[in-house]
């Protein structure tokens, strides 16, 4: 029992000497359940020697709280440099602005085309129709289903 105890203040007394000595490079001790140092472990600027873990998964590396991780803010532009981007910015949106302004109008032409050939397509239809004016109904009574259907009514009184 006492070798344990003197093994055991002997580290404590190297651990306060380098503790007083330089504190940057303070190492850990854990102890197992008998009570004697196993492991020393050393904190080194960048990286952290870790002993090997419980469960035996030795490529876990040790988790950190996302309020501990530094975080930069970043280069700061001058003032200059920032009017310069903002103007550029501003000049790339009007232009972006232009270009769809640009193919909304030429769509808009296309549709009215469009619209515009279907009217006189239709118009050139109902000129070019042969009409038979139909004054005996009695014949409309004695027509079959099929030619019923293709039977239209039409106004024979042209507007002017």
Known sequence: MDTKNNT????????????????EDVPEVTKNTSGVAKQLNKKKKGNEIRGIPKSGR???????????????K????GFEKKKVLCSELQKTKELSRQIVAQAQEREQARKE??????KRAEENKKKSEIVQV???????K?????Q???IEKRDTNKAL
Do not use: A, H, Q
């Open 8 to 23: 055991e203040v002997k580290v404590l007394s190297i651990l306060n000497e380098i503790k007083s000595n330089n504190t």
């Open 58 to 72: 030795f490529w876990k590396s040790k988790k950190e709280r996302f309020n501990s991780i530094v975080k930069t």
């Open 74 to 77: 970043g280069i700061r532009l």
């Open 113 to 118: 085309r469009r619209r515009e050939n279907l």
């Open 134 to 140: 139909i004054t005996n109904t009695k014949k409309l």
């Open 142 to 146: 004695r027509m079959k289903k099929k």
């Open 148 to 150: 019923l259907r293709f």
